[in-house]
């Protein structure tokens, strides 16, 4: 049974963690996301990640689910059907290019005329 000491000091540390998290994400550039979404990405998710045959749709996922993904995926982690190819294509990213990918992501839409 954690003290009330211990609690506080597991909350402090949450917190801090949490904030961070957030300045991340605030950091992240959509933009840069959907470029660099375009080299790779799009060949399996289709546009604005919008899924394809056996791909998943990844557009409108909230950006800590996405971060989450992909750095499981980097870690060389299997977590689905498609882990092999995924494993492969998020090693390479780095912390600041998942960021980007997830702002991108959560707001893309698909539009027919693009």
Request: glycine content about 8%.
């Amino acid at each position: 049974m954690l003290g009330l000491v211990q609690l506080k000091i597991f909350f402090g540390f949450f917190s801090i963690i949490c904030l961070l998290l957030s300045f991340q994400v605030l950091a992240a550039d959509a933009a840069a996301g959907k470029m660099r979404y375009s080299k790779t990405c799009v060949n399996c998710h289709g546009p604005a990640g919008k899924g394809a045959a056996s791909y998943p749709k990844i557009s409108g996922k909230e950006v800590p689910y996405i971060i989450e993904k992909l750095e499981t995926y980097r870690s060389g982690t299997k977590i689905g059907p498609n882990s092999g190819l995924m494993i492969m294509m998020a090693k390479p990213l780095t912390d600041e290019e998942i960021a980007n990918l997830a702002a991108y992501l959560k707001d893309a839409k698909y539009n027919v005329n693009n």
